[in-house]
């Protein structure tokens, strides 16, 4: 027995050398990128979307799978408990009750969501799911947002880092089909105007337009808790990677970062008309005086506006130009596409031609109604013959307008505008652009018109 003891030892030693030599201590680890969960899809999001009644909110109850990537990303503040993805088909929003999304959804990272008992119906026309239904201040029905408590249980994770669905177009190839998807908008710049801003106001979102050389134009929404509100709007040309969304019928742009505007190129020269329109039918001659204080009193209510010395301008075939309204004794001119049966609306009001131009101040007042987007722009030219509008170089002005911020029917006062820049003649144009049914049909009106 002493002897099978005094073993011992080199026995014990000789198993661990034999089990050391088998054990393999490097454990697997799990994929950089993560895995998708063990789940089969059903639908696509297109599929998805064809449950979806505009105006309505629906509850899904059937054994609803889809999934899709990632698209937006809440890191800088301009998407707000929003997840926006998309597969080949077509994109939807989820509308999630937590901030700091982009650290367990990062963008393109693939996402399962199975969507029985949720809920999908629209925000201000964009199609949405959401988990039930609620009530806003006005006490009309909303979709209510995922609660984060049970996010997981609908929203799973997948692989991260999949291939980008970012899909080049211009502004003018961007339709409804795109509403929550990527998109890469090639040849693009900031309209003039916009490029003395910020990328939004102090208290308040803004729309900033992007136009093209064609002068084709798109509104980008911007939040005023965005980490880049205060940053500069971008003055030279080139791309910018957005999510389309649509707002009231207009379709509108959302960045996820600042740096999504990639603009190094130099901006489109030569003026523009206001669009590519070659051909203007003109009501009115015009004159030149000394100045201009126009309050309107001379029109005729819904009647096509009409002024001594003013231009009142279409470049669409048939189509609305600025008609003269009277609201309890108050008189303006008013813009609208509501209710066209044209796909476009394009029009122009012009002043006078002012002498001296460059030692005048331009002042006025606008208002907007039901709005849908920033419509309305201000231009100015100094070599406009009184008749060829699309002949003449129009340069826009950084001027205070209506907006989406104010209410109805609300008159804003447009500030002092220097006209020092300039200098000989000078034709102010007020721009109203809108598309018809279901469109940009926001409204927009003009008063008390003083260059001076």
């Not at 119906?121 to 239904?133: E, K, S």
Request: glycine share 10%; proline share 3%.
């Amino acid at each position: 027995m002493k002897k099978f003891f005094s073993y011992l030892p080199i026995l014990l030693l000789g198993f661990g050398l034999l089990f050391s030599g088998c054990i393999d201590d490097k454990f697997d680890e799990p994929p950089i990128d993560g895995e998708d969960p063990d789940i089969t899809t059903t639908h696509t999001i297109a599929e998805v979307l064809n449950m979806w009644q505009p105006g309505n909110i629906v509850e899904i109850t059937d054994d609803v799978v889809f999934s899709g990537i990632v698209v937006s990303s809440d890191e800088a503040g301009n998407f707000y408990k929003t997840l926006v993805i998309e597969d080949e088909t077509g994109g939807i929003r989820l509308s999630i009750d937590q901030s700091g999304l982009h650290t367990s959804y990062p963008l393109f990272r693939r996402v399962f969501v199975k969507a029985k008992g949720l809920y999908i119906g629209d925000y201000h026309d964009l199609p949405t799911i959401g988990a039930g239904i609620g009530t806003n201040s006005q006490g009309n029905p909303i979709i209510e947002r995922i609660p984060s408590a049970v996010l997981g249980e609908y929203v799973l994770k997948g692989k991260k880092n999949q291939p980008s669905p970012i899909r080049e177009k211009t502004i003018a190839e961007v339709t409804l089909s795109d509403v929550n998807r990527l998109v890469r908008l090639k040849d693009v710049e900031f309209i003039a105007g916009d490029t003395l801003k910020a990328m939004a106001d102090n208290n308040f979102s803004a729309n900033r337009t992007l136009t093209d050389c064609l002068d084709n134009t798109i509104d980008m929404r911007n939040s005023n808790y965005a980490d880049f509100a205060d940053a500069p709007v971008p003055s030279k040309h080139g791309t910018v990677d957005a999510v389309v969304g649509i707002y009231n019928g207009g379709l509108q742009l959302g960045i996820s970062y600042y740096e999504d505007i990639n603009f190094t190129e130099d901006r489109c020269t030569g003026g523009t008309s206001g669009g590519n329109c070659d051909t203007w039918t003109v009501i009115g001659t015009s004159t030149t005086v000394a100045s201009v204080d126009e309050a309107f009193d001379g029109i005729t209510n819904n009647q096509d506006f009409e002024q001594a010395g003013w231009l009142n301008a279409t470049c669409v075939d048939g189509g609305r130009v600025w008609r003269g309204k009277t609201y309890q004794s108050t008189k303006y001119i008013k813009a609208t596409a509501y209710g066209d049966n044209n796909s476009e609306v394009h029009t122009l009001a012009i002043t006078p031609g002012v002498t001296n131009i460059g030692s005048k101040t331009l002042t006025f007042k606008s208002a907007q109604d039901h709005y849908t987007q920033d419509n309305l722009r201000v231009l100015i030219s100094t070599d406009f013959d009184g008749s060829d509008i699309a002949a003449a170089t129009w340069t826009e002005l950084s001027v205070t307008l209506a907006g989406s911020s104010n209410s109805n029917y609300e008159w804003v006062d447009s500030g002092n505008v220097s006209l020092s820049a300039y200098s000989g003649t000078g034709y102010i144009a007020f721009e109203y652009k809108g598309s018809g049914p279901g469109g940009n049909t926001g409204s927009y009106s003009i008063d008390d018109v003083k260059i001076q």
